[in-house]
């Protein structure tokens, strides 16, 4: 689904960094994982999880992530740089009921300057923050000066020092955020503790100024004049930069296509400080009340947006689909287009449930038909079926969440997705052939192994699979999961089972959309491999003299894999800190809100369960099933009541009230209503 901006956050005094090229060398937050010839030692990132256990993460094809256990973690933090010693070659079972090689650090090599959020506490002699992120799980012990911090109050923190595993790791306190009941201190807590930018340098606003607000003859001169032909953009309700239209031609053998995305190349020149800031960012960040953009909002939202019955500028793929869903003369173009009309997806799909009765209705009818096939025929050729419902908070004036709505993935999302799909692959098609430097959107095929413990829990719910590393098994599991009650909860696993798509100057092929040639081409606004894609395919095309420099995409393509893992990161950890929020305003002792939920494991401590209608996963504990005393039954993996025989087990469904909400563990219990 795509994202659209809709607020944008107040300016504050914090100047970001601009990107130059002294300092392109710290792109990427993570050194690969390699074997020191010398010493024999591994060498990484360390990556901690909740449990106190870790990985050093490969980012080589060929080597496995090398385990961690708590005990093995010496003082090693959460993104330390360090060195580990092999203590348990791959193959050898042990009681994390792995097969994968297992390590013991024993240098930090290293240390991660990235700072941490936490709350602060005052004792009599001393001072301790304990972090919001649950893999730091060690308290630090507070240098120094406090900056006035009060008890229970949200800080920044960075460490100091931590030499020896059975002191306190030291930090010392950077800045205060305030209470954490203030409703603006957990985004701003996320802010931080992400390190994301929050205003544009004085240069970056002067040069997108620049432009002003409407087009010049100038900007128009070579192009193709558009402005009279039917074009539409299909956009969530609440956007404001709209970064693609589409027109879609019924012909006698099938359709014309058009593809029109805003022409953010035209603005955002190579060098420039406009260019620095966009490609140090690498991307917009949508958080649940705020928007921190990759571009300034007089281009985001303004010069650069296809607003309707406004002239824009354009880069265009035209494409003749035959009968069969088969694209024909392919070609690119520089283009001025005037946006028709501006439907959200909610009209979309109001007008694709009803016959047409104008020519906006028929349009969209038309899009569909021709969607409909290429999306019929995507799958058939091998595509996975990936696509999750979203959850989208409703805040009120104040950022109070008052609605949780689940956004499904219906036919007019569906709609534009594959025209959106449709282009990036022509693009990419081309640029490959055409032998031109740029960054693929890849996709690698998933570890065996992982698959292999995913298909276990798959087992676990009483589903029987065969070998999911064959496509087609994949697809037929996917394919049953629909209507399933735990499908969602199922197909999140998968997907964390799954590889992470990154950009590589490679064309490695999409493993999930069965692709050869992909890359990103239609959301330059929001992500910078867009704007590369752009500028390669001008060079290409002759439009300009320069483009992507070869040697300089495999370092930008590993920037840029990290700032949207640290977008997605910060993202997902609003959404969850939103719905805490609403799920601890559903605590009022005379008002018990009921919720659908379906158990999605029966454990000896009690009932794991989940929202369906709200994405979200808690635990109803055995102490809170006071109706009976249950036991667990493990040959049938559920829970049996001894008195009434009644039982639960994954897939059962329940109404479940809101037990408690744990802030720190980031986790609901729920008491069955």
């Not at 406090?146 to 920044?156: D, H, I, M, S, Y």
Request: hydrophobic letters at 35%; aromatic letters at 8%; a positive charge.
């Amino acid at each position: 689904m795509k994202k659209k901006n809709h607020t944008f956050p107040k300016k504050d005094s914090q100047k970001p960094r601009p990107l130059t090229s002294k300092n392109k060398k710290d792109f990427s937050n993570k050194r690969p994982f390699e074997k020191d010839r010398n010493t024999g030692l591994f060498i990484g990132r360390i990556q901690v999880h909740a449990s106190g256990s870790a990985h050093l993460i490969a980012q080589k094809k060929e080597e496995a992530d090398l385990f961690i256990a708590a005990d093995n973690m010496g003082t090693a933090l959460h993104g330390d740089l360090v060195a580990a010693r092999l203590v348990r070659p791959s193959g050898y079972p042990h009681r994390f009921r792995t097969t994968r090689p297992e390590g013991e650090v024993v240098k930090i090599v290293e240390r991660s300057q990235a700072p941490m959020v936490g709350t602060f506490h005052c004792a009599k002699n001393f001072s301790t923050v304990v972090a919001d992120d649950p893999r730091f799980v060690h308290h630090f012990l507070i240098l120094g000066e406090t900056l006035g911090a009060k008890p229970g109050e949200k800080v920044v923190i960075v460490l100091e020092s931590w030499n020896h595993r059975q002191d306190q790791p030291r930090a010392k306190i950077i800045e205060v955020l305030g209470a954490a009941t203030l409703p603006e201190v957990p985004m701003l807590s996320i802010i931080r503790k992400h390190q994301l930018p929050t205003a544009f340098p004085q240069q970056v606003l002067k040069e997108a100024a620049h432009y002003g607000s409407k087009l010049s003859i100038k900007d128009l001169e070579g192009r193709e004049d558009l402005r009279k032909r039917s074009v539409m953009t299909i956009d969530p309700p609440d956007a404001r930069d709209f970064d693609d239209a589409i027109e879609v031609v019924a012909t006698k053998d099938g359709w014309d296509v058009s593809i029109h995305i805003a022409d953010v190349a035209h603005y955002v020149l190579p060098k420039t400080a406009l260019d620095e800031e966009a490609q140090r960012r690498g991307n917009s960040v949508y958080l649940v009340d705020r928007v921190i953009p990759m571009l300034p909002e007089s281009l985001s939202n303004g010069l650069c947006s296809l607003r309707p019955q406004e002239d824009r500028l354009a880069f265009s793929v035209f494409a003749t689909i035959d009968g069969k869903g088969k694209p024909h003369r392919v070609r690119f173009a520089r283009t001025v287009i005037r946006s028709a009309a501006r439907l959200t997806y909610p009209q979309a799909l109001e007008l694709l449930q009803h016959p047409p009765k104008n020519s906006i209705a028929q349009q969209v009818h038309t899009a569909w038909k021709c969607a409909s096939l290429l999306r019929k025929q995507r799958f058939e050729q091998g595509a996975l079926d990936l696509d999750m419902p979203e959850i989208k908070v409703v805040l009120d004036k104040q950022g109070t969440p008052i609605k949780l709505e689940r956004i499904e993935n219906d036919i007019s999302h569906q709609l534009i997705e594959e025209f959106m799909l449709l282009a990036n692959e022509l693009v990419a098609r081309h640029l490959t052939h055409q032998s031109q430097a740029t960054l693929y959107r890849v996709h690698e095929k998933p570890d065996p192994e992982r698959l292999a413990d995913y298909r276990e829990l798959v087992a676990s719910y009483g589903i029987k699979v065969g070998d999911l590393t064959h496509r087609k098994e994949l697809q037929q599991f996917l394919h049953r999961l629909q209507g399933e009650a735990f499908g969602d909860a199922l197909k999140i696993g998968l997907l964390r089972s799954l590889k992470r798509a990154r950009y590589t100057p490679e064309p490695l092929g999409h493993y999930g959309l069965q692709k050869k040639d992909y890359l990103h081409f239609t959301s330059p606004i929001r992500r910078y491999a867009d704007l590369v894609t752009h500028r390669s395919l001008a060079r290409q095309l002759g439009w300009t003299k320069s483009g992507p420099s070869s040697r300089d995409l495999a370092v930008l393509g590993d920037h840029i894999s990290n700032t949207e893992r640290t977008a997605s990161d910060a993202e997902r950890e609003s959404i969850r800190l939103k719905k805490l929020d609403y799920f601890e305003a559903q605590q009022h002792p005379k008002k018990k809100k009921h919720f659908k939920a379906q158990v999605i494991e029966a454990s000896n401590y009690g009932l794991f369960v989940e929202l369906p209608e709200m994405l979200i996963s808690g635990l109803v504990p055995i102490s809170t099933m006071s109706d009976d005393i249950y036991f667990f039954d493990a040959t049938r993996s559920r829970l049996v009541g001894k008195r009434t025989r009644r039982s639960y087990c994954a897939g059962d469904s329940l109404q479940v009230f809101v037990e408690k909400v744990d802030r720190w563990k980031q986790q609901v219990d729920f008491r069955i209503a």
